[in-house]
């Protein structure tokens, strides 16, 4: 299993980003990937999940009406659209799947929010 994340950088108050997971190694048609965070001196927490078909999405309350997250299941990656982003987002953040009774990482993208 690799998940690769793309797309983090420094970003002003208000402004935007998309992340990119890149994932190969499993049948990522049938899997459910999430993001999560980790801000310096925190626990790592629940971004946003999906479904393996793309239908069904949950949200951490702190980006629900902010964050999108959506998939391309023929290019086996999924996304997370940030926008109206906060000094309270930056952290690093990693892509998640459970596979083979394990779960999996990527390696972590830095967002960072600051004028």
């Known amino acids: 299993v690799q998940l690769v994340e793309s797309g983090g950088g420094l970003v002003q108050p208000g402004g935007s980003l998309r992340l990119s997971c890149a994932a190969s190694?499993?049948?990522?048609?049938?899997?459910?990937m999430s993001w999560y965070r980790q801000a310096p001196g925190k626990e790592r927490e629940l971004v946003a999940g999906?479904?393996?078909?793309?239908?069904?999405?949950n949200y951490a309350d702190s980006v629900k009406g902010r964050f999108t997250i959506s998939r391309d299941n023929a290019k086996n990656t999924v996304y997370l659209q940030m926008n109206s982003l906060k000094p309270e987002d930056t952290a690093v953040y990693y892509c998640?799947?459970?596979?083979?009774?394990?779960?999996?990482w990527g390696q972590g993208t830095q967002v960072t929010v600051s004028s």
């Open positions: 998640h799947t459970y596979v083979g009774l394990s779960n999996h």
């Open positions: 190694g499993f049948t990522f048609i049938y899997s459910h």
């Open positions: 999906i479904g393996s078909t793309g239908g069904s999405t």
